[in-house]
Each structure stands twice: as structure tokens, then as C-alpha cells.
């Protein structure tokens, strides 16, 4: 099978990123999260709040463990994540490039 994709892959793969950080704070966080997006300068911002202030922490690689790269691979196809303490708990950051 050859699979083929137009324009750069990060631009792709920005929806996949959305949902790596909307499915970690519904996982792991008490109560509800908020979703905001915004593109500005050629790149999604993509910015998850939820209640929790423990901040979310990348494993070591390992491709024998099953589950639990979601933040590994945002990180990779990010330009940048961050995660900013809030009021009621934290905000992770994740800026895409589109171009």
C-alpha cells in the first residue's frame, strides 16, 4: 500500500494533536475541559484547560509500552508545548505550524 499525503505533515497532523491533549485532560483531570484554538503567524495554537494542577509529563520513548505516548507525539509534532498554572488548574499549550 502506498499512502500519499499533500502539504506538509505537521498541517495533517494538527487535528491529532487537538485530540492527544482534549483526551489527557478528560483522562486525567477532575471536571471539565476547555478547548481554544486560534491560528496566527502560519500556526494552530491549540490550548486545553482543565481543573487538575499536576502537569502533564512526557515518558522516555519506548516502543514496547502500549498507551501513554500522546504527549511524546504532540511534542514531536509541535513548534513548541508549554503548560501554564491557571486559577483553576493548568493550561497546556501546543503551537502547530500550518506551512
Not at 499512502?3 to 489527557?24: K, S, W
Not at 496566527?40 to 516502543?63: C, F, H, K, M, T
Not at 498554572?85 to 506551512?99: C, E, F, S
Amino acid at each position: 500500500m502506498n499512502i500519499r499525503i499533500r502539504g506538509d505533515i505537521q498541517t495533517h497532523l494538527a487535528p491529532f494533536g487537538e485530540l492527544q491533549l482534549v483526551t489527557n485532560a478528560l483522562r486525567h483531570a477532575p471536571g471539565p475541559a476547555l478547548l481554544g484554538l486560534s491560528i496566527s503567524d502560519g500556526a494552530l495554537r491549540i490550548e486545553v484547560s482543565d481543573s487538575s494542577p499536576v502537569a502533564p509529563a512526557a515518558r522516555v520513548p519506548d516502543p514496547a509500552r502500549v498507551g501513554q505516548h500522546g504527549l511524546e507525539m504532540v511534542t514531536a509534532l509541535a513548534r513548541s508545548v508549554s503548560v501554564e498554572t491557571a486559577a483553576t488548574g493548568k493550561r497546556v499549550v501546543a503551537v502547530v505550524a500550518l506551512a
